[in-house]
């Protein structure tokens, strides 16, 4: 099996972004000046309905972050139980494949110097991942069922597959979204939960915002305290519980507040939400069906997530059910001097615009 893509001879190329594959290794930024080079966005495609709804949603990031876009396509060199294809077939087979990528290139209004297509072979969640890792992508968007693929629960296996082993941030795309043309992300909804670490979602989400004027909706939910209870519950339990309730909503109105007006000075609207009652997770799945966002951007880990782990609980709920799109946000796992890892910092003390996915 072989990674490296394949060109056809006397076919029409799309032009690499500068320096892809070069050989050169980037300049390392200085601490004063960071490096501006664009993010660098995958998107796995196919033919099916849901690999157009994966290409509007890449189309929306790439342009929204002004990044360079390359579209992968991964064929079995033999699928699983299978027999060795035959050669002439298989070579027919690669050229059409070929083709309809540059197909799909040549439809994005996209300018030819941020998008190319790279066609590889093997083991489509493998293949993805290690392509991934070594073009040092920021950001992969995938569907989360693709054409002709077995299902575990609500994801197929190249998607569980990718999810699980990406280097940096995944746009996950549900088989459920319209498919209706280009992609506005009018609605950005952003939970957060006080840490640093969910706040490392916002900066993606306002940059998203300001690209297309829509409104970021920022999300907390109060989680019901536990209390160790033995036998009937106690009157002191339940005043204890119900004060305890009351505090955490009005320090996270303020805190959302706070945000909020923080990005009403940069010309971004927001607005807040503090829910209570029920499991955090499933009442956040709920308020995302409720305000009928356009997109959710979540970090891949809040408060209390455990960093050895690729999700916290909140991001691997939502992940195991999608209704809506969903941006996770992740720190990239092996990063180049062309990104340094900045330091994280609250939005209670400064958000900045400049997302890195």
Same mark, same amino acid.
């Given at each position: ?176 979204? =319209? #498919?209706? /043309?280009?992609? $506005?992300?009018?609605?950005? *909804?952003?939970?957060? %939960?006080?840490?640093? +670490?969910?706040?490392? !979602? ?61 990005? =009403? #000075?940069? /010309?971004?609207? $927001?607005?807040?939400?503090? *829910?209570?009652?029920? %499991?955090?997770?499933? +009442?956040?799945?709920? !308020? ?70």
């Amino acid at each position: 099996m072989t990674s490296e893509a394949f060109a056809l001879e006397g076919s029409m190329m799309t032009n690499p972004p500068a320096n892809r594959d070069s050989g050169i290794p980037a300049e390392a930024p200085s601490a004063t000046h960071p490096s501006t080079a664009p993010p660098r966005i995958m998107a796995c495609v196919d033919t099916s309905a849901m690999g157009r709804k994966v290409m509007a949603h890449a189309a929306a990031i790439t342009q929204a972050l002004d990044g360079e876009l390359t579209l992968i396509r991964v064929i079995e060199t033999q699928p699983a139980g299978g027999s060795p294809p035959d050669p002439v077939e298989w070579e027919i087979h690669r050229r059409e494949t070929w083709e309809a990528m540059l197909q799909i290139v040549a439809a994005q209004d996209i300018a030819p110097a941020r998008i190319q297509a790279q066609v590889i072979e093997g083991e489509p969640g493998e293949q993805i991942a290690l392509w991934a890792r070594d073009h040092d992508v920021d950001l992969t968007v995938l569907c989360t069922q693709g054409e002709d693929q077995a299902t575990t629960g609500s994801h197929g296996n190249t998607a569980r597959s990718v999810i699980a082993h990406a280097i940096g941030s995944v746009l996950l795309v549900p088989d459920g979204v =319209a #498919d209706g /043309g280009p992609v $506005a992300y009018r609605k950005i *909804l952003v939970p957060l %939960d006080g840490s640093c +670490r969910a706040e490392s !979602a916002v900066p993606m989400a306002v940059r998203l915002a300001r690209a297309r004027e829509g409104e970021i909706v920022f999300v907390h939910v109060v989680p019901v305290p536990e209390l160790t209870e033995i036998g009937p519950p106690e009157t002191e339990a339940r005043e204890l519980s119900d004060t305890l309730v009351r505090r955490n909503e009005r320090v996270a109105r303020e805190y959302l507040d706070r945000t909020r007006s923080h990005l =009403a #000075d940069q /010309g971004i609207h $927001a607005r807040s939400l503090v *829910l209570r009652g029920g %499991d955090v997770r499933r +009442r956040l799945a709920r !308020a995302i069906v409720d305000e009928a966002a356009d997109l959710v951007v979540l970090s891949s880990h809040g408060r209390s997530g455990y960093v050895d782990v690729p999700h916290g609980s909140t991001a691997a709920y939502q992940i195991d059910h999608p209704t809506t799109p969903l941006l996770i946000v992740r720190p990239r796992t092996a990063r180049s001097q062309r990104h340094p890892v900045p330091a994280p910092t609250c939005a209670r003390h400064r958000v900045s615009d400049q997302a890195s996915p």
